[in-house]
């Protein structure tokens, strides 16, 4: 079962997440508003994004199976935007300090996004929220 919603139902959704995020983790200090939100009928994957240099979040419906995907992946991006721009890009950019052979598994083996710290402290949020998030916003 896909995720059956209009864009404009999609939207009002995910700015209630986005309301309830604020009531509830309060707002960044790292940006000067809170995140606006697009919704992409289109694109498959991945789920959703977090665009710094636009302080954008992109929801990829086509991705989810259901409304805690929506709600979750919200929230999972609301989190990349309440954290610091630079230590996300400074661990990341650690791949170019690998040793050959690092690299070498690197390429071959590939990386799941959720080593990096910043993804696995996003998923946790969004796991531990999204129930009380959709409870609350889904009346």
Not at 33 to 41: A, C, F, K, L
Not at 105 to 127: C, K, M, R, V
Not at 129 to 134: D, E, L, P, S
Request: proline share 4%; charged share 25%; with cysteine.
């Amino acid at each position: 079962m896909k995720l059956s919603y209009s864009k404009k139902e999609l939207e009002d959704i995910g700015n209630k997440v986005i309301d309830w995020c604020i009531d509830e983790f309060g707002l960044s200090k790292h940006y000067e508003h809170y995140p606006y939100v697009e919704i992409d009928m289109f694109e498959e994957n991945p789920m959703g994004e977090f665009i710094r240099d636009n302080n954008e979040i992109i929801i990829y419906p086509k991705a989810m199976e259901n409304m805690d995907d929506f709600v979750s992946t919200v929230i999972h991006e609301y989190t990349h935007y309440m954290q610091s721009p630079s230590w996300y890009t400074r661990y990341a950019n650690r791949k170019t300090e690998l040793s050959a052979e690092e690299f070498a598994t690197y390429l071959f083996e590939g990386e799941s996004s959720l080593d990096h710290p910043y993804e696995i402290q996003a998923e946790q949020i969004a796991t531990n929220n999204y129930i009380q998030c959709k409870n609350n916003i889904l009346k």
